[in-house]
């Protein structure tokens, strides 16, 4: 069985990040594939991975329910507004979640 593509771990904390977490990011930041996306750090593993991919008609209200209340997540949430000019913009948010 071959061995999951991991980018090399952070020195600081010994983590390292799957791959497909940036391939992931990326596709929700250029194509608004996803409306978010929560990562997980797997322990035995040591690395963060992909948990779930929030599909782009998902609220904001699906997506804090999807989050375990009671553990750590980290995720990035790409949130559409109206400004006082009444333009539609979007921005992505990084979300450390700590329970």
């Known amino acids: 069985m ?3 593509a991991v ?3 952070n020195a600081a904390s010994g983590m390292a ?3 497909d977490c ?3 990011f990326l596709e929700l930041k250029a194509k608004r594939t996803y409306r978010s996306i929560i990562f997980k750090i797997e322990e035995k ?3 963060v991975i ?4 929030g599909d782009p008609s998902q ?3 699906d997506f804090a329910a999807s989050i375990p209340a009671d553990e750590c997540r980290y995720a990035v949430y790409d949130f559409d507004f109206v ?3 009444n333009c539609q913009k979007s921005r992505i948010f990084f979300i450390a979640w700590v329970s």
């Open 83 to 85: 400004t006082v000019e």
């Open 22 to 24: 940036k391939l992931k």
């Open 50 to 53: 992909v948990e779930k991919l």
């Open 59 to 61: 609220s904001y209200e």
């Open 2 to 4: 071959p061995l999951p």
């Open 7 to 9: 980018s090399s771990a």
């Open 17 to 19: 990040v799957h791959d």
């Open 45 to 47: 593993q040591k690395q």
